[in-house]
């Protein structure tokens, strides 16, 4: 079992830079895989970017280059860093965990889900 908790979201303005958190529970962190996901309003939750066990990571096309997603296994810690932010960041942005050294972009993949932390970018 693992319990998720994201923190760092907020209002932020275009080109800007944010670094969301996903604190988790759990003596086995490091055997998850770890996703990012984002759900705007009226829009279907989508993948963001993953990071295995072994620290292999991957991006959605849309955010490549911009974002950055990390992990600190000694801490139950992963991260995703925004930069350059556009106002189709814009979303609610969810943490996700899976026991296993693959991952999917696939939501329904997932087992462990954070409540989300809010990310707004003005123009």
């Known amino acids: 079992q693992v319990h998720l908790e994201e923190s760092g979201g907020g209002l932020v303005q275009v080109g800007g830079s944010l670094r969301l958190s996903c604190a988790a529970s759990g003596r086995t962190f490091y055997s998850y895989a770890i996703s990012w996901f984002r759900q705007a309003p009226g829009k279907e939750r989508e993948f963001v970017a993953a990071i295995r066990w072994s620290g292999a990571t991957h991006y959605a096309d849309s955010v490549k280059g911009r974002f950055t997603i990390s992990r600190d296994n000694a801490k139950n810690e992963g991260h995703l860093q925004m930069n350059s932010l556009k106002p189709e960041d814009t979303a609610v942005y969810y943490c996700?965990?899976?026991?296993?050294?693959?991952?999917?972009?696939?939501?329904?993949?997932?087992?462990?889900w954070g409540q989300g932390t809010q990310v707004t970018v003005s123009s």
């Open positions: 996700a965990a899976q026991y296993s050294g693959s991952y999917s972009p696939s939501s329904d993949w997932y087992d462990y």
